[in-house]
């Protein structure tokens, strides 16, 4: 194993933040960084090589080792279960996941119907309210499926509350807070652990600042 460390990165909305922690920490980052198409990026005078992904798929490019860490939303991370370590709260894209629905509507006794991007986390919220559903997966335009009848109720992030809002929706039941996290390859994290342990320790250093 070199000692290139490998992080992939979330395109997206976590990756503007991502890459400001990252400054912060006194990262060196090419100032094309923020506007490249490239999916490699290459930091040679840190010994850091970029990755940039889809947020869903980090955790699967760490988990199998090609990247040694990676910055993912926890909502990623209970719905994926993988085989990696979570090390630092990066307290960055804060947000929630809620229920929610539309107002007064009246539910299907039997077993409502809800839609979400998160079947694994919705299956288990439910259950551990005893409440039986049927979990409808969708994409994303979560908010849609109540208003065009495909589903009683959604599971979905919220962040300002606009996006219910607009469509008329209204939260009905907060699940759990969701901010980044670091993520790391169990193999990489003894192997690397020098370069890991600095990551860690210079982004603790800007969280929350
Ligand atoms: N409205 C929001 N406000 C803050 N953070 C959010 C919001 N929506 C999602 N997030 C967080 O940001 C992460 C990435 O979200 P983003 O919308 O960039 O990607 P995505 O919806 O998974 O991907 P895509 O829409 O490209 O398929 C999520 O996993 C979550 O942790
Ligand atoms: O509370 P708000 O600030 O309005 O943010 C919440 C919205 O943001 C996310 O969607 P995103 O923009 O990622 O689009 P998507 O529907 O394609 O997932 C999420 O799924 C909500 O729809």
Redesign the pocket.
Known sequence: MSNLLTIAM??????EEAADMLRKAEYQLPPEFDESRKLILDVPNENIRFILA???DVVTYVEHGVADVGI?????MLEEERDVYEVLDLKI???YLAVAGLPNAKLDDVAPKVAT?YPKVASSYFREQGEQVEIIKL??SIELAPLIGLADRIVD????GR?LKENGLVELEHICN?T?RLIVNPVSYRMKDEAIDELVERLSKVIGG
Do not use: H, W, Y
Request: aromatic residues 4%.
């Open positions: 979330p395109k997206g909305r976590i990756f889809k947020p869903m993912a939303g926890k909502d990623v894209s804060e947000c991007k994409n994303g992030i919220v962040s300002t996006t969701i980044s």
